[in-house]
């Protein structure tokens, strides 16, 4: 009979990213069939910390007789180096930095870089990334602040120390920063936790968001977007997929199969708009309308001359200006919103691609492929494979 293997999650379910990550767990566990699970909350969500909890936390491992953990691990040496020395199976999501000699779950550069594209993509000029102290914030904000750099831009920079600093400190402090800011502006932040807060501060500044401040944040936690005012724009991350990785690893090193292995990485799967980054901040209107019929209509094979029907100046007219503010001409930020909506719809449903290109209004398969491979950098295929489980 094959041994059940018990599983320590160190993970926050109150957060979307957390949930991801279990749901993938699950699956993998769900095709195993022989594992349970104990949870145990994160040390970092537990205040006042102290060294005596991370005793607690190896007591419990001895306890429960457990196979392997994956979340939050303590930043204690003695813990780390306990795992590291008994070879125990662990994957962990670091949070000030990385924990040699154990799989990391590590940030990709390219969804701080997706921020700045999107951000840049809706005509913004100026540009500022609010953070936190902390590893996934920092390389979030590295990639942001490298892709603009491409362009000669340097962003403004906001990070919070997460201090023992009341609550209201830290909130003027951002106040202040909020209306120090060249506007319109867009504003990336770490998380949607973060993008939260930023539109309370926005609203006791007397700023408005998004016509002075375009809020993106990442890990389109729904019910945080949706709780805010307006509704938060956010990048999609692939939690879920990390997670079913996370344990597959796990698997292996129980068994032993492997003597080395790879850390794991999150990585961007898109952007989801809302209304924190409405592109009514683009100064000219007739562009603003231009960019807004795209975006209203990128489900259906819209032409130049459908977007220069919805303005009311001439073809050559709104070109030049178009071109000017978003830095492409329409005809190619027609193609590149409708490939953005083909790559969600590939990753986020089951049905062939084919038939996904057809309900997009895309009529040779064949040739949106090789537009999807110019403008995503893999094929519709490949693009599936990575982002799916």
């Not at 094959?2 to 957390?18: E, F, G, P």
């Not at 993938?24 to 006042?48: C, E, N, V």
């Not at 910390?49 to 979340?71: E, N, V, W």
């Not at 503010?325 to 409708?338: D, E, K, L, N, Q």
Request: charged share 25%.
């Amino acid at each position: 009979m094959q041994k059940t293997h018990k599983i320590i999650l160190m993970l926050d379910s109150s957060r979307a990213a957390d949930r991801g990550m279990i749901r993938g767990i699950m699956d993998y566990a769900t095709q195993r069939g022989s594992w349970s699970f104990y949870r145990h909350s994160p040390l970092f969500l537990k205040a006042p910390f102290s060294p005596s909890k991370q005793d607690d936390l190896l007591a419990r491992l001895r306890s429960l007789d457990a196979d392997g953990i994956i979340g939050y691990l303590p930043s204690s040496r003695k813990f780390q180096q306990l795992l590291i020395k008994h070879r125990f199976p662990a994957v962990t999501i670091p949070l000030k930095k990385l924990i040699p000699g154990i799989i990391n779950v590590l940030q990709d550069p390219a969804i701080g870089a997706l921020g700045a594209k999107y951000l840049r993509d809706q005509g913004f000029e100026h540009f500022a990334f609010c953070g936190q102290d902390n590893y996934w914030s920092q390389v979030r904000q590295e990639g942001f602040a490298d892709y603009l750099k491409t362009y000669h831009i340097r962003p403004l920079l906001f990070c919070d120390t997460l201090s023992r600093t009341s609550i209201e400190t830290r909130q003027q402090r951002l106040c202040q920063w909020l209306q120090s800011l060249p506007k319109p502006i867009g504003i990336m932040t770490c998380n949607d936790e973060k993008s939260m807060e930023l539109v309370e501060a926005c609203r006791e500044a007397g700023l408005h968001v998004p016509n002075e401040i375009a809020i993106l944040g990442v890990d389109n936690d729904e019910m945080i977007c949706g709780l805010s005012h307006p509704p938060l724009s956010s990048i999609e991350l692939n939690f879920q997929q990390v997670g079913y990785k996370a344990a597959e690893t796990l698997d292996l090193m129980i068994y032993r199969k492997k003597d080395t292995y790879d850390n794991l990485v999150f990585m961007p799967m898109g952007t989801v708009t809302r209304q924190s980054t409405d592109i009514r901040a683009i100064h000219d209107e007739d562009v603003a309308e231009a960019i807004r019929f795209i975006h209203n209509n990128a489900k259906r094979d819209i032409r130049v001359e459908d977007v220069v029907n919805a303005t009311a100046i001439s073809v050559r007219s709104l070109q030049l200006r178009f071109k000017k503010i978003v830095g492409r001409g329409i005809s190619r930020h027609i193609r590149m919103i409708r490939i953005q909506q083909l790559a969600h719809q590939i990753i986020h449903s089951n049905q062939p691609i084919s038939v996904i290109a057809m309900e997009l209004d895309f009529h040779d398969i064949n040739h949106v492929s090789r537009i999807f491979r110019r403008e995503m950098g893999i094929s519709p295929l490949e693009y599936r494979k990575k982002f799916r489980l």
